[in-house]
């Protein structure tokens, strides 16, 4: 029997391989064992997909910036992202507003 490791949803040890995923049979999620990230932590987009350090996302709300006049628009393509730990988990720049930190819930993958 091989040794898989647990669901990143839920922490079941009952999970399976299913073609090219692995399977929760607990929660019913599905995932590809090579997106996840190495310290085991996982970080989704608003539309619950994976994102990884270097990815570009475009943001999906007006988000407002303490001391700028102006928000960020909904649309702002934002490349080069980097993953950190914490409530704002993408580290990135943006063009007219400099260095960032974003909540991925906020951003889609482009």
């Not at 090579?34 to 996302?57: M, R, Y």
Request: proline letters at 7%; a negative charge; charged letters at 25%.
């Amino acid at each position: 029997m091989e040794n898989l490791p647990p669901c990143p949803e839920c922490g079941s040890t009952y999970t399976y391989q299913s073609v090219m995923l692995l399977a929760c049979p607990e929660c019913g999620h599905e995932w590809n064992p090579d997106e996840v990230v190495e310290d085991g932590s996982v970080v989704k987009d608003a539309n619950g997909t994976i994102l990884q350090d270097g990815d570009s996302v475009v943001v999906v709300k007006n988000l407002p910036v303490k001391g700028a006049p102006k928000p960020i628009k909904s649309g702002t393509k934002v490349k080069n992202i980097r993953l950190t730990d914490g409530d704002h988990n993408i580290s990135c720049k943006i063009d007219g507003f400099g260095s960032m930190a974003l909540k991925s819930e906020f951003v889609k993958k482009a």
